[in-house]
Nanobody
Framework: VQLQASGGGLVQAGGSLRLSCAASGRIFSINVMGWYRQAPGKQRELAAT???????NVADSVKGRFTISRDNDKNTVYLQMNSLKPEDTAVYCC??????????????WGQGTQVTVSS
């Protein structure tokens, strides 16, 4: 199982970016998918998660600006980030709780994608 993230980059404050993360491999089902972020010198923190049924959990720091969604048919999670602020600068990592055909339920992480917001 692999998670492949894309969509990071450099943007000015007030701009937007859309992150995508696609899961591939011998996947039976995916429960929770989401995004965490880690800024330089800080601990990793939750940005947003979404269940298979569409229930979301969004961090207060990004609520109203970030929207998480997923396409279950494509095993893909998205993070639409609007009104970006310099403090959103971080490495964003996607996450998924995946059940494989082998009957195992495990947490998987994608490679990080850098988001840099200039003031």
């Amino acid at each position: 199982v692999q998670l492949q993230a894309s969509g990071g980059g450099l943007v000015q404050a007030g701009g937007s970016l859309r992150l995508s993360c696609a899961a591939s491999g011998r996947i039976f089902s995916i429960n929770v998918m989401g995004w965490y972020r880690q800024a330089p010198g800080k601990q990793r923190e939750l940005a947003a998660t979404i269940t298979r049924g569409g229930r979301t959990n969004v961090a207060d720091s990004v609520k109203g600006r970030f929207t998480i969604s997923r396409d279950n048919d494509k095993n893909t999670v998205y993070l639409q980030m609007n009104s970006l602020k310099p403090e959103d600068t971080a490495v964003y990592c996607c996450y998924a709780e995946i059940a494989t055909f082998a009957g195992r339920l495990s947490d998987y992480w994608g490679q990080g994608t850098q988001v840099t917001v200039s003031s």
